[in-house]
Structures are given as C-alpha cells and as structure tokens.
C-alpha cells in the first residue's frame, strides 16, 4: 500500500493516485476523467454536510454555502494545503509556464485524487478522509448566511429596483486548451454602467465583470 504524503489515505492501487496526479499535458493515462467523477463526488460530500449542520437553512442558503466551498479557488486552496502542486506529472509546456501553481490545475487534481480515493476504497471510507478538510472552510462560512456571489447580487440589486438585467459579453479568449483567458464584458442599461473581468474561466471572468458593476453602483 502506498500512503499519499499529506493525502493521509494508504492506496491499495497506487495507479490511482499516480493517474490523480497526471495532466493531460502529460499524455494518458491522465486525471480528467477522474476529475469528472470528483467533481460530483466532492459536491455531495459537501452537500450532505451543509443539510446536516443547517437544518434550517434554506435551498438558496445551502447552494450559495456549497459554491463557495468548491468554488475553483477554494479547491485550489485545499489542493496547495495537501501539497498536490509539487507532486503534480506535467508536461513540459505546463512545466515551463508553473502549471502546479495554476488553480484550475489544482483544483482539477483536487478533485481527481478524491475520485481515486472513492475508487480505491469506497464512499464512506472517501467521506471520512475528505470531510475533515473542509471543516475549515465551512466553519467559516457564516450559518444559513454565506455571502452571495457578485452575479447573484448584482441580479438581486436590478430586480429590487425593477431594472434591467445585465447582459454579458464575451469580449474575448485568448491561450492554449489547457491555460485559457476569458475576458468578459457586463452592460447595464439602466443605470448605464459598463464593466470589464478577466479570469480562467468565463464564469470567473463574469463574477468579476459583476463585482465591478456593483462597486460603480454603490459609488453613484
């Protein structure tokens, strides 16, 4: 058995951790299958603590909080804590360009490793290993009251006050498959408010266009 430094789980198939580990930049067999299925894995785990330790909180609560937990950045975190950069198998391009230090990467191997985790040995034993590293995290989100995320407010601003809605453009995306840039616009018709985000991903870029608007907004 092969015991993951920082992971704390003793593999019986150390090729699951080693495919965890491996960027398609490397060549296959890679992480991104074992991404997918990490990715609705995580989101479970996560879930299923939100409803358990906020009885009363609400579907819109719950979502928010769990979207903040699994949010790119906040894997990313989760994957820099366990060390997985370091430890990640790249190719030379992602080598060159400090790919282990890149959050979708993280995020990506993150997810991969609790697939193989699950894999390995099941869901219960997956659950018990990762639940403990997102205690943190969700200790620190305030109870039934996580923060929105900047469209979701930006949306709620307009509707109060029966305004339009914003309307995003993808101003443009530039890089390579694996290290995409997204630059996204956020027009507002009433007030007339135009903002610009950036980011890996046009979500991203899109929660940053918004939080621009709504720093205009309350500066009017």
Same mark, same amino acid.
């Given at each position: 058995?092969?015991?993951?430094?920082?992971?704390?789980?003793?593999?019986?198939?150390?090729?699951?951790? &080693?495919?965890? !580990?491996?960027?398609?930049?490397?060549?296959?067999?890679?992480?991104?299958?074992?991404?997918?299925?990490?990715?609705?894995? %995580?989101?479970?785990?996560?879930?299923?603590?939100?409803?358990?330790?906020?009885?009363?909180?609400?579907?819109?609560?719950?979502?928010?909080?769990?979207?903040? !937990? %699994?949010?790119?950045?906040?894997?990313?975190?989760?994957?820099?804590?366990?060390? !997985?950069?370091?430890?990640?198998?790249?190719?030379?391009?992602?080598?060159?360009?400090?790919?282990?230090?890149?959050?979708?990467?993280?995020?990506?191997?993150?997810?991969? %490793?609790?697939?193989?985790?699950?894999?390995?040995?099941?869901?219960?034993?997956?659950?018990?290993? %990762?639940?403990?590293?997102?205690?943190?995290?969700?200790?620190?989100?305030?109870?039934?009251?996580?923060?929105?995320?900047?469209?979701?407010?930006?949306?709620?601003? !307009? &509707?109060?006050?029966?305004?339009?809605?914003?309307?995003?453009?993808?101003?443009?995306?530039?890089?390579?498959?694996?290290?995409?840039?997204?630059?996204?616009?956020?027009?507002?018709?009433?007030?007339?408010?135009?903002?610009?985000?950036?980011?890996?991903?046009?979500?991203?870029?899109?929660?940053?266009?918004?939080?621009?608007?709504?720093? &205009?907004?309350?500066?009017?």
């Amino acid at each position: 058995m092969t015991r993951g430094d920082r992971i704390g789980h003793p593999f019986r198939d150390p090729g699951l951790l &080693q495919q965890a !580990l491996t960027h398609r930049s490397a060549g296959a067999p890679h992480n991104e299958r074992l991404e997918f299925l990490g990715d609705s894995i %995580v989101n479970l785990i996560v879930a299923e603590a939100l409803f358990a330790r906020w009885p009363k909180a609400d579907e819109g609560a719950l979502t928010r909080a769990r979207a903040a !937990l %699994v949010c790119e950045g906040a894997l990313a975190a989760m994957a820099r804590t366990l060390e !997985l950069g370091q430890r990640l198998t790249l190719g030379p391009g992602e080598m060159k360009s400090g790919g282990h230090r890149r959050d979708s990467i993280l995020a990506d191997a993150f997810e991969a %490793v609790v697939a193989a985790i699950y894999l390995d040995a099941g869901f219960e034993a997956c659950r018990a290993r %990762v639940l403990p590293w997102f205690d943190a995290p969700m200790a620190a989100v305030p109870v039934g009251k996580p923060e929105k995320d900047p469209k979701t407010r930006l949306q709620e601003w !307009l &509707q109060a006050r029966q305004k339009p809605l914003p309307v995003y453009e993808l101003v443009s995306e530039t890089g390579d498959d694996h290290a995409r840039h997204f630059r996204v616009r956020c027009r507002l018709t009433d007030p007339d408010v135009t903002t610009e985000g950036e980011g890996s991903s046009r979500r991203l870029a899109e929660q940053q266009a918004a939080a621009a608007a709504i720093e &205009q907004l309350d500066s009017k």
